[in-house]
């Protein structure tokens, strides 16, 4: 699995105003009411499923394509969509089998047929983009197409979790006619099966149109949406937003903004912020490999000293919360870990203490590095008073350095941080989302972090339990081992939210823990 790049810590969507497109729905119901603009600060980075894993382009993949499987909203546990069932067809979750809804078609009218799925995934397989989801499915060892409806997993391991990695953007099914088997598209065109076909597609914006031709379990309220990309400039979108150029406003407010919009009634009459359930997090995370910070006492005198709640009050107020643990709450296996072993207020005499077991007595000088043209403005802000709070105990001497993305990355993998940023917006609403990627086999981090009982007894016997919720008791331990160990220290988990305005409904059916922003459940009076 690939670690994909967040959205800043706020989604935030508002009502406003409108733009008309064109599109009916067959099997939803109709649909109605007006076309939607949304604004987005982030770009969607791909329009091809096999290469696209981030935020941006998932919502377009979620929106155009189909899976055979998709989360209900509110929802952890996958439902049928492209697929009329699914299911393991063994004890030890090594086949897993699909069967097609009757008369499933793409966008373009050719008929979608268990061939396309096969396609699908040996193609994203074949392609194992860098930027790509493929790296999800190290254990899909072949699919078979018994005939055109039946699709058949084979599993090198056993993973329960395989039906919600295919219910995820990393399982959307293209047309085997339209996509070439051995590379990119890169003509910014999709063709799916999705509720809503891309009409058009370019650097400042997409415009979507219904699919009158899907059938799957979406209901579509709107007819159509123009996504409009804004690139990081939040303070553009903002002023999009008041003054009714976009009638959605989708990850990319700040949290000043937020409080402007809640307490500036003459700017923003008849808008309401409506809060969501979020499972994206963010951490701070220790190359073991460091001179410095390779050391645990260093890293446990960190612990006892960082205020998540003061960071949260003072940089994102309180539009996050404070996180304790590598699984959030809301997801099966949270715990506590962290604060149970470091508390939550600065503990000096302890970090003290952490640093003398290590032969060190002066000051520790170490850098915070940032990122905030990926993860938000507030990430440096955020640095910045954890350097301040590790500063003030007298301990440490810390500073902030902050480079551009692409940069960030590289350096990352060559090992040239000590401490710096990572965040996390899951695939899908499962505790091995946040665990298996950061501390399994080739975690994503780049911190040279590993434990042999994670990675060879509880990983796996986590990805076998079938019944999710019976897997609580290796959860809790693999964090309880993590908090020990520390390569990271979780900072916070995100709140989502909805500023709606008074004639946009439907916006608390898109802000969940799936991250899936459902475009169809949108409406305007």
Known sequence: MKLRTPWPVLSVVAGLAAATLTGCGSEQGGSGGKGVVVGMSDDVQATDPASGYDPGSWLLFNNVFQSLLSFPIAGVEPEPEAARSCGFTDTDTKVFSCTLRDGLTFSNGDALTSEDVKFSFDRMMKINDDAGPAIMFPMLDKVETPDAKTVVFKLNVPDATFPSKIASGAGSIVNRRDYPAGKLRTDGKAVGSGPYKLDSFDKNRAVFSVNPDYKGTARVRNSGVTLRFFHGDQGSLKKALLSKDVDVAYRGLAAKDIADIEQNTATSKGIDVVEGTSAEVQHLVFNMKDPVVGKLGVRKAMAYLIDREAVVQEVYDSTAAPLYSIIPAGIS???????????????????????????????????????????????????????????????????????????????????????????????????????????????????????????????????????????????????RLVAQDLPIIPLWQAKQYAVVGDNVYGLENCLDASTVFRFWEISKG
């Open 333 to 479: 296996g949270h715990n506590t870990a962290f604060f149970d072993l470091y508390g939550s207020r600065p503990q000096r005499a302890k970090a003290q203490d952490a640093l003398r077991a290590e032969g060190i007595t002066g000051k520790v000088k170490l850098t915070l590095w940032s990122t905030p043209s990926r993860y938000g403005p507030s990430t440096d802000q955020e640095f910045e008073a954890m350097a301040k709070q590790l500063n003030s105990s007298g301990l440490f001497d810390a500073q902030v350095k902050s480079v551009d993305f692409s940069q960030y990355e590289k350096d990352v993998h060559n090992g040239k941080y000590g401490v710096y940023v990572k965040g996390w917006v899951p695939d899908y609403p499962d505790p091995d989302n946040f665990t298996a990627p950061f501390f399994g086999k080739g975690n994503v981090l780049g911190n040279n972090y590993e434990n042999r009982t994670i990675t060879d007894e509880i990983i796996p016997a986590t990805a076998a339990e079938s019944d999710r919720g019976a897997a609580g008791k290796d959860y809790d331990r693999l964090q």
